[in-house]
């Protein structure tokens, strides 16, 4: 499969702790991208990577979150003492050069 | 004024109808305009994108209104299938942080 994978599918979790997810981007593409999405809205922008370099994050993203693309291949969203707010699907995509993002099928975050 | 702006809908249209949808957007120089469709718990997958002269694919025609900064999407002859989220895109100009609309939902009716 050469698609956009995203690792784990589902987390459940209590509040206050930390929660780590992983992207595998498709391999020649460049740019990778973090969106947050809630029930009956649109995906909410987090962060993009061009390559490693983190090049823009979201003024909404708090302190709690932080991403890393450290070979610019895979990439993880950490969230710290997650909250119940944070409950949400959190989408990965990647592009080749502003082409179209192409999705994983994201995590379903749930904090209890 | 919110950077993508859709009316959520939902859109009721039963089947064979004409449907439209409208997207407005708050970057005057924007260049790149996108259509996403989404179903039911499953990930944005890119539609069509909207170019200035305005697109057409099959059964949908996308088209581009920069004076009213809006783009449009309609669909001919809807099917069932076409029942879903449609999410307009508009990535700021100068950057490739794509902006989400909220989504218009649709459900095509037997």
């Known amino acids: 499969d050469t698609g956009v994978s995203q690792n784990p599918r589902h987390k459940i979790t209590k509040r206050g702790q930390n929660v780590t997810f992983r992207c595998d981007p498709i391999?020649?593409?460049?740019?990778l991208y973090w969106y947050r999405q809630t029930l009956g809205q649109g995906p909410e922008f987090l962060t993009y990577?061009?390559?490693?370099?983190?090049?823009?994050k979201s003024r909404l993203l708090s302190d709690r979150f932080s991403a890393e693309r450290p070979k610019g291949s895979f990439s993880t969203l950490e969230i710290q003492r997650t909250e119940q707010g944070d409950s949400a699907m959190y989408l990965c995509?990647?592009?080749?050069?502003?082409?179209?993002?192409?999705f994983g099928s994201g995590t379903q975050l749930s904090v209890l | 004024r919110k950077e993508v702006e859709q009316d959520p809908g939902p859109f009721n249209v039963p089947e064979g109808a004409t449907v439209a949808f409208n997207c407005t957007y708050s970057?005057?120089?924007?260049?790149?305009f996108f259509w996403y469709r989404q179903d039911c718990r499953k990930e944005p997958k890119l539609l069509m994108s909207?170019?200035?002269s305005g697109n057409e694919d099959g059964r949908f025609t996308a088209q581009l209104n920069r004076a009213s900064q809006y783009i449009s999407l309609l669909i001919r002859d809807s099917k069932l299938s076409d029942s879903a989220t449609y999410l307009c895109?508009?990535?700021?100009?100068?950057?490739?942080?794509?902006?989400f609309g909220t989504g218009t939902r649709l459900k095509v009716l037997a």
């Open positions: 995509a990647s592009s080749l050069l502003g082409e179209k993002l192409f």
């Open positions: 391999s020649e593409h460049n740019r």
């Open positions: 990577f061009q390559n490693e370099a983190q090049l823009e």
């Open positions: 970057n005057s120089a924007s260049q790149s």
């Open positions: 909207v170019y200035s």
């Open positions: 895109v508009v990535p700021p100009s100068g950057t490739y942080k794509y902006i």
